[in-house]
């Protein structure tokens, strides 16, 4: 069975979408404070979004479009990456590199995210 970029992204997205609400606290506490309001209404808020573009991603008729917004989704939620691996810099060794992991692993989802797109791009609807 082939594998398939676009549900495979759009159910990465429904995921994490979803745990933003029923687990909130972690992704709270990498909020970085410079963002004015709560981390809980940018927690919501960036749940919210990853739920939407989960939807446009999944549809081919917005695949072009929720691929291009989801590879910025991803470049926007960078900083948060960057505090949390500063944040656990004294951590256990393995908390340490699982913070550290996730920042190179964003660049392999902007690039997920773009060829969605460009492969939705390249198809007639």
Known sequence: MPVRPAPLLAGLLATSGTLHFLRPEPFDSIVPATLPGS??????ISGAA???LAAAVALPATRRAGGLLTAG????????????????????ALLKAAAYGRLPVQ???????????????????
């Not at 989704?73 to 256990?92: G, I, S, T």
């Open 73 to 92: 989704l991803f470049a926007a939620v960078f900083p948060a990456n960057v505090k949390m691996a500063y944040d656990w810099r004294h951590r256990p």
């Open 39 to 44: 981390p809980r209404t940018w927690t919501s």
């Open 107 to 125: 660049v392999p989802l902007v690039m997920w995210a773009l060829k969605v797109s460009r492969s939705a791009a390249s198809r007639p609807h």
């Open 50 to 52: 990853e739920l939407a």
